[in-house]
């Protein structure tokens, strides 16, 4: 079983920036994929940014590639999104999961935490 727990949400002006992230515990979990997706009022639930187990491999959604960028420690126990450059439309819960693979799609992660909520004024 792998747990997982966001924090570092917020709200910040247009333009400012945030730092996710994402304790695990679990002592599978520095073996597992991790991706953050977010999801806004009335909005499906998307993918921003996920990274492989071991870090080599990291992937983008087109609408935050260039401000946001994942990574995760060297224990391997939490992975960080620092969101720069932020814009109202990246208003949204955020949520990190894990999965034996990097995937995109929110059904490919069998663990979730809780969410963090990140507001954007304009």
């Known amino acids: 079983q792998v747990q997982l727990v966001e924090s570092g949400g917020g709200l910040v002006q247009a333009g400012g920036s945030l730092r996710l992230s994402c304790a695990a515990s679990g002592r599978t979990f520095k073996y597992y994929a991790v991706a953050w997706f977010r999801q806004a009022p009335g909005k499906e639930r998307e993918f921003v940014a996920g990274?492989?187990?071991?870090?080599?491999?990291?992937r983008y959604a087109d609408s935050v590639r260039g401000r946001f960028t994942i990574s995760r420690d060297n224990a391997g126990d939490s992975v960080y999104l620092q969101m720069n450059s932020l814009k109202p439309d990246d208003t949204a819960i955020y949520y990190c999961?894990?999965?034996?693979?990097?995937?995109?799609?929110?059904?490919?992660?069998?663990?979730w935490g809780q969410g963090t909520q990140v507001t954007v004024s304009s």
């Open positions: 990274i492989s187990w071991n870090g080599s491999n990291t």
């Open positions: 999961a894990s999965a034996a693979r990097l995937y995109t799609a929110p059904n490919g992660y069998d663990y």
